[in-house]
């Protein structure tokens, strides 16, 4: 059974750091792209960022850009986005989400529970 | 970027209704269209892919149609359990944009 577990949200000052891991289990996590999506309370889905397989190949919104970092161990079946320069708007539920075996016309085929993460003072 | 408008944003339907949901890709995303549907609190699933491919597990009432840039969501004979807001998704390329969502209520 495929299962995406993801840990690490909780309460961030603006301008903090935090980071989201999400561990797999059920498939062979080396061969798929993963991907993190977000939902901003009472708002809809807005992705957030791509990671190949082997994590040479990285993707962001615009919006992150230079603040997220997305990446992942293979060993350990984990992904992991390292936020830094939190902001208000960044408060979301973060879900991960296992995307395909290529960057074009895969869906989003299994998630996670999702985090929530809140940047406020 | 790619922009997706779906319409309406939201409905309200009663169970054994037909109810179509359309999305719009601001250029020609060929057939790499996704639905996905969410209800309150919980992660979304997909339901179709690939513009009309039914994703493994999902009732034949929904159905998927399009490619370019106009698609359709049709739930056949909308059941108790299909009441969710439900969302398309583009993945031609990044950013892998989402449309606003559709949400479905009961009448």
């Known amino acids: 059974e495929v299962q995406l577990v993801e840990s690490g949200g909780g309460l961030v000052q603006p301008g903090g750091s935090l980071r989201l891991s999400c561990a797999a289990s059920g498939f062979t996590f080396s061969g798929y792209w993963m991907s993190w999506v977000r939902q901003a309370p009472g708002k809809g889905l807005e992705w957030v960022a791509t990671?190949?397989?082997?994590?040479?190949?990285?993707y962001y919104v615009d919006s992150v850009k230079g603040r997220f970092t997305i990446s992942r161990d293979n060993a350990k079946n984990s992904l992991y986005l390292q936020m830094n320069s939190l902001r208000a708007e960044d408060t979301a539920v973060y879900y991960c989400a296992r995307d395909g075996r290529s960057l074009t016309g895969n869906p989003f085929d299994y998630w996670g529970q999702g985090t929530l993460v809140t940047v406020s003072s | 970027d790619i922009q997706m408008t779906q319409s309406p944003s939201s409905l309200s339907a009663s169970v054994g209704d037909r109810v179509t949901i359309t999305c719009r890709a601001s250029?020609?995303?060929?057939?790499?269209l996704n639905w996905y549907q969410q209800k309150p609190g919980k992660a979304p699933n997909v339901v179709i892919y690939a513009a009309s491919n039914l994703q493994s597990g999902v009732p034949s009432r929904f159905s998927g149609s399009g490619s370019g840039t106009d698609f359709t969501l049709t739930i056949s004979s909308l059941q108790p359990e299909d009441f969710a807001t439900y969302y398309c998704q583009q993945t031609y390329s990044t950013p892998r944009t989402f449309g606003q969502g559709t949400k479905v209520e009961i009448k």
């Open positions: 250029q020609s995303i060929s057939s790499y």
């Open positions: 990671i190949n397989q082997d994590g040479s190949g990285k």
